[in-house]
């Protein structure tokens, strides 16, 4: 396998260096200019924004967090490990779960919570577990179940989110119930609670604005607010009871018809009428945890969650389309991710023709939390801009993690099967010298004046600067930027890392890329087309060093975990920093 790597390696930096000889003149590009001033607009950054889903757990990207969440969770039996694909799959009750979990614990109760809490304790990452409030979950693993089997049937298990006696760990499995409160004590008795190594957040099922879509074999009925609400109120308070200290997200909204009116329920209309102040269904769901918080002195919900895709079209007018060679198409991806905060930018979507009055998006959820329940942190515990095989992918990841750190967002977590350049992103962030080292815990004020080329991110550790990091963008399709990086200090050291078209991974440039000068309180980094740079700026090399043995918070547990291809480039010698020439000089792609 190393030798197959390191064939790999070689190959694409051979390549590498034939492009180092071919500097061609249309090239040339735009300037941008980046102002960075660590001492303004300092702002905590969650570490847990560099998240995924549970389908990407085991991959090698040292994420933050991991959620175990989707359509499979709504009907998960946590006691026998069945559960339904629903309309995804034929509606198909099996052991998919435990097709994906280690072989020690698949006749485990909860067996994908226990791999999820396994995960998360050697990545150093948060666990969000999803608890089932649909109603039914999967009675067996015998295939697919038909419209006549509906629940209540034998095919389905009833869920109780109280049971109302006492726990016990080894559930009954002929009841025919389930008991959610069962399942959370079961978790905090053989993982711990969740300041102990358990499970950190809990979740409040999925999407359920579309459980009569989606589950129609356990709730065919269109799901009401006040049903929701009833839901949530119960299982959060269950979960306290249990696990003071465990957070709570709700209501994982599926997208921009959930947040409006929860996908058109039936009660909404009558809601509205009564509450002329609620903007959309987000302030009422909001308001509702709150008066049930007042009425039982215990915080109820503390993080909003919803997910969010793109609804934006390229120019061809396909809504997530696949045209990475098509210059407008791209142009329209790398913007997409403007809908989150920029109010001078309008999506060609859906959306826009009905008004687009929450966009963007971020600023509106935060407007509402800080109305109707203060405090309510924030997450998008779904979403995807999609690239996963073009570096398109890794410039959109990469601008939608700075956006998620200037926007102050507590979780959010990658949604995708395939998401080779998306980890990537990731990494960047997280484990860009694969030895765990990070962007930074406190972000700081970073301008550019041209984010349609270029977005700019800037972090240091705490409030120490003698360590910068800055993360670029280059959305240029076909053209090389300059950024003129003003840094507002002096500083003496620089060392380049990025994301290139040659493969899904952060490559090590060198501290001596020519693509890269610094002057004191100054950096010029010109940047080749569809490129993440990120600058690890330092007073010295001795302040980089000691930055590295005092690690960013939520960043010491991870700091023995490396990159698989680490070593990789490290044993391909000199041919490492030919890598560099790829930022440095490389030929337009026609």
């Known amino acids: 396998m190393l030798n197959r790597k390191l064939a790999a390696v070689a190959a694409a930096l051979i390549a590498v260096s034939l492009f180092a000889f071919q500097a061609s003149a249309d090239t040339s590009g735009s300037t941008v200019n980046i102002t960075v001033d660590a001492s303004k607009d300092r702002k905590a950054i969650s570490p847990y924004i560099y998240g995924t889903n549970a389908e990407l757990m085991n991959n090698d990207t040292l994420m933050k967090s991991v959620r175990a969440g989707g359509n499979r969770y ?6 026998n490990n069945a559960s339904n694909a629903g309309s995804d799959w034929k509606n198909n009750s099996d052991g998919y779960f435990q097709q994906s979990v280690d072989e020690s614990l698949r006749d485990k109760p909860g067996c994908i919570a226990l791999q999820l809490a396994d995960v998360c304790k050697k990545k150093g990452a948060y666990p969000l577990m999803t608890l089932q409030l649909a109603g039914y979950v999967a009675a067996d693993t015998n295939g697919e179940v038909s419209a006549s089997e509906k629940a209540p049937s034998d095919r389905w298990n009833k869920v109780e989110m109280v049971k109302g006696s006492d726990f016990t760990l080894t559930p009954d499995l002929n009841d025919g119930t389930v008991y959610m409160d069962e399942f959370v004590n079961y978790l905090v008795q ?12 809990y979740s409040l099922d999925n999407e359920p604005g579309l459980w009569s879509t989606t589950h129609s074999r356990i ?33 994982a909204l599926f997208g921009y018809g959930a947040f409006t009116n929860f996908a058109g329920a ?27 918080e007042d009425e039982c002195g215990t915080r109820l919900l503390d993080v909003l969650d919803v997910h969010f895709y793109t609804e934006a079209k390229g120019a061809c007018g396909e809504r997530y389309c696949q045209h990475y060679n ?60 999609q690239g996963a ?57 970073c301008v550019s004046d041209d984010i349609e080329t270029s977005t ?57 890329n020519p693509a890269v000068k610094l002057d004191g309180s100054s950096v010029t980094l010109e940047m080749q087309p569809r490129t993440v740079s990120l600058l690890v700026i330092a007073k010295n090399k001795d302040a980089l060093t000691s930055a ?14 490396k990159r698989n291809f680490t070593p990789v480039l490290a044993g391909a010698g000199a041919l490492a920093v030919a890598a560099a020439a790829v930022f440095a000089v490389r030929k337009r792609k026609k």
């Open 74 to 79: 709504t009907a998960y039996n946590w006691e």
């Open 190 to 201: 053989t993982l711990g609670d969740s300041q102990n190594g358990g499970i950190r957040g």
């Open 456 to 512: 700019a991110y800037a972090a240091i550790d705490g409030d120490n600067t003698d360590v910068l990091r800055v993360v670029v963008t280059n959305k240029s399709f076909a053209e090389t930027t300059t950024a003129n990086i003003s840094l507002g200090e002096e500083y003496g050291y620089v060392h380049l890392y990025g994301i290139n078209d040659m493969a899904a991974k952060v490559f090590d440039m060198s501290d001596t």
């Open 548 to 561: 590295s043995e005092s690690v960013p918070a939520g960043q010491a547990e991870t700091k023995e975990v």
């Open 326 to 385: 098509d210059p407008d198409c791209v142009k329209n991806k790398l913007n997409a991710t403007r809908s989150m905060w920029d109010d001078t930018y309008t999506e060609d979507s859906w959306i826009t023709d009905t008004g687009a009055e929450f966009l963007p998006i971020l600023p509106a959820l935060k407007q509402s939390v800080d109305t109707y329940y203060p405090g309510t942190k924030i997450a998008i515990t779904e979403y995807d801009f």
């Open 219 to 251: 709730h065919p009925d269109r799901t009401s607010c006040a049903e929701i609400v009833e839901k949530s109120v119960t299982m959060s308070k269950a979960v306290k009871a249990i696990d003071p200290n465990a957070d709570i997200f709700g209501p």
């Open 389 to 445: 095989y073009d570096v398109t992918g890794a410039v959109m990841e990469a601008d939608a993690l700075g956006i998620f750190a200037q926007n102050e967002v507590y979780c959010a977590n990658l949604f995708s099967m395939d998401a080779q350049y998306q980890l990537a992103g990731i990494d960047l962030y997280t484990n860009y010298d694969g030895q765990g080292s990070g962007f930074g815990d406190t972000l700081v004020s």
């Open 266 to 292: 039936e009660d909404w209309n009558i809601i509205r009428a009564d509450h002329p102040e609620y903007r959309w269904f987000i302030d009422y769901y909001l308001e509702e945890m709150k008066k049930a």
